[in-house]
């Protein structure tokens, strides 16, 4: 099928209600022209000559999305290679699908597949994780005490959850007495733990409110996260869910954030979804501190400025506040603050805020010339999504090869982003960005409105692409 016509197809269906899947692989296809037209706008064309002869030890840190897809990439690219990967995790879970599994629309073992199936045989896998890194000898030193030494490597360690800075829970409470995170997941398992319990807080939820109304509060924290959307997806999502029913609660999200997205356009958008609820009150600059688990009190910290009269000089100026708000609830949705792992944040390898220390455009560490980053873990303006590390991977081994051959690095990531936002069941308002702002794969299609087409693009589509193209490093 001709480009022209595929777009043409897209375009008519874009504000069409819900297609069968059938229909949905017919329009959204499994072919390389709609591989390319959906999921490869905004990262510039690319095409792999003859494997090369370069020399030198790669090891890769991490068994993600990132991780995986790049492995791919340079163990196809280079004749003869000398890779390494240190990660635990014997099954691949398509994060992408825990939201889904939240809604109730994807089962846990629907996002599970072996990571055998994606590191080759060539490869020297370590089931293990760094526990130490040390950049100046050009080694790290394993959970188990072995020493792993490299010439070059690729940081993608990914992302940790931090329940413990959320005085008063524990991991374990997820899933109990109102409690759920679709974030909790065992990645090194390969489990979904929080997208399951989410799905039966749902039905909790539901069922409480056929007798009540009950107060659900959701949160987001002031640090960056891994999808930055989802958060909202969950508040949407469960208040459509009840909203099918003929039910409705009272809905509070608390973000530490100042808006509900930092794109304009999408920020009204999002402003209006929340009007087609029956009552959706966002409290901006609230981050979650504390919870009483057995009491059901969630303590937020409200971050602000506000003018005042300087006593001395009589002189008007900004002073910051951080006043406690303790809020009782029902049921709540946590989103904690999230981080590098520890080894990480104890290296060299970190910046000021404890992030890889990355240029944004080359993803090179700053100081340790033979490092790159990619994914969650990298220090850069925005990119915490598995389509930010798809863009990524091309541009991590185009100029960790240019590195190997002691040439210019001439690749640079855009920065792009996208960010699925699931406003009810049925659609998807899919905000793509980079560095200099929207960035829509289809440009002739409003970006910023909801629409069925992505829905079924991400329902049906996402899954089989990402298991069959992006982590064999494809596209």
């Known amino acids: ?40 706008a905004g990262s510039g064309s690319y095409t792999e000559a003859e494997a090369i002869d370069v020399k030198g030890k790669i090891l890769i840190v991490g068994g993600g999305s990132g991780a995986i897809m790049t492995l791919a990439r340079l163990n196809r690219k280079i004749s003869n290679p000398d890779i390494t990967v240190i990660a635990p995790n ?40 760094v526990k130490s890194f040390d950049p100046d000898n050009n080694v790290v030193v394993t959970r188990c005490g072995q020493t792993v030494g490299y010439d070059y490597m690729i940081v993608a360690t990914g992302v940790v959850n931090r329940f413990d800075k959320i005085a008063g829970l524990k991991e374990e409470d997820i899933g109990t007495n ?9 990645l090194e398992k390969g489990t979904a733990r929080g997208a399951t319990a989410t799905w039966d807080w749902y039905n909790d939820l539901k069922k409480a409110a056929k007798t009540k109304r009950p107060t659900v509060l959701y949160t987001q924290p002031d640090t960056p996260i891994k999808c930055g959307g989802a ?10 869910y009840l909203k099918q029913d003929g039910l409705s609660a009272d809905y509070y999200f608390y973000t530490g954030l100042k808006k509900l997205f930092h794109l304009p356009k999408v920020d009204e958008e999002l402003t209006k979804v929340q009007k087609q609820y029956d009552k959706i009150e966002t409290k901006f600059s609230h981050f979650l501190r504390a919870i009483d688990v057995k009491a ?65 455009y080359t993803l090179q560490h700053n100081k340790y010339k033979n490092i790159f980053g990619i994914g969650d873990v990298c220090g850069i303006p925005m990119g915490k999504t598995g389509g930010t590390a798809r863009h990524q991977s091309p541009i991590v081994m185009d100029n960790l090869l240019a590195v190997m051959q002691n040439k210019e690095l001439k690749e640079k990531f855009d920065g792009y982003t996208v960010c699925p936002l699931k406003t009810q069941y049925g659609k998807i308002l899919m905000a793509e960005f980079n560095y200099e702002g929207p960035k829509p794969t289809i440009p002739f299609i409003e970006y910023y409105k909801p629409r069925w087409m992505w829905w079924e693009f991400d329902r049906y589509m996402l899954e089989p692409m990402y298991w069959h193209l992006m982590l064999r490093g494809l596209f």
């Open 296 to 360: 059901k009190k969630a303590t937020f910290v409200h971050a602000y400025e506000k003018e005042v009269i300087d006593e001395d000089f009589g002189e008007k100026m900004m002073q910051s506040f951080a006043d406690e708000v303790v809020v009782k609830y029902d049921f709540i949705h946590v989103v904690p603050p999230m981080s590098p792992p520890e080894a990480l944040e104890k290296s060299k390898l970190v910046n000021g805020e404890g992030w890889l220390d990355v240029d944004k």
């Open 1 to 40: 099928m001709k480009t022209e016509k595929l777009l043409e197809l897209f375009k008519a269906s874009a504000d069409k209600g819900p297609i069968s899947r059938r229909e949905a692989i017919r329009l959204l296809g499994i072919s390389p022209i709609a591989a390319s037209v959906i999921a490869s």
């Open 178 to 186: 109102g409690i759920t995170s679709v974030y909790l997941s065992d």
């Open 90 to 129: 014997e099954t691949h879970l398509y994060q992408p699908g825990q939201v889904f599994v939240a809604a109730g629309l994807m089962k846990q073992e629907d996002l599970q597949k072996p990571n055998s199936d994606f590191i080759a045989k060539n490869v020297n896998w370590i089931k293990d994780e």
């Open 231 to 240: 958060p909202q997806k969950m508040l949407y999502l469960s208040a459509d």
